[in-house]
């Protein structure tokens, strides 16, 4: 158990932000999430649609929220010269996204605060990371990337589209919890549209057969205005 893992084990729900015991858990059970979902083909479709719309081979990429580097290394396959800044909080998960991405730039950062970087980007990837943020913090995410992206800059959402009055703590047989926030597709699509960007691509999916919970999932690609 990492030592992050132990700081929130005695936690109660009330005393800890929901994000915290997420990322707590994601920290504990990285090594099984990358067991689970690295080699996953069922969202490819959706990164050669990104990678078809990329204005460069090299074009300057940050992921948010990357995990063990599952999208980061499906993206460098496709274009293997794109220059990957992938980031996550979770610090477990950023140690396997360095391992499973070496030519990437791997680094700890929550994914709310990427404006800090204060950096341009010609893409951004936020795959499945939506779940872990609120309503507000989705949309923050979306008009914070309209100033961090390059005129013409894509933007890839994918999350668990659902009622938001159903986000609720989910818990595994073992006792490990996260927080799910569901996200409406007429929500994000207004964002967007209200930040200045423009849908390329909007594609609904079930979850993973082998996904821990059943899933609707809604995948977004839009342009940030020229």
Known sequence: MTALSKKFKTATMNSVNPLDITIATFDKLAQRYQDKYMDLADYDDTYDI????????????????????????ALLRRCPELKVLATDLAPQMVELARINNPAARVKLMDSRDFI????????????????????????????????????????????????????????????????????????????LAQHGFTLLDLRHKPGPVNASMPSADLFLIARRAA
Do not use: W
């Open 50 to 73: 990104f990678c078809n719309h990329l204005s460069r081979p090299d074009a300057q990429v940050l992921e948010l929220a990357c995990g063990p580097g599952n999208v980061t290394r």
């Open 116 to 191: 800090s970087l204060q950096q341009q980007f010609d893409a951004i990837v936020c795959a499945f990371g939506l779940p872990y943020l609120s309503a507000d913090e989705a949309a923050k995410l979306i008009a914070d990337a309209s100033q961090v992206l390059t005129a013409g800059g894509l933007l890839y959402l994918s999350t668990m589209e659902g009622d938001p009055s159903q986000s609720a703590y989910q818990t595994s047989s073992s006792g490990d919890q996260v927080y799910i926030h569901y996200h409406s597709a007429p929500y994000l699509l207004a964002a």
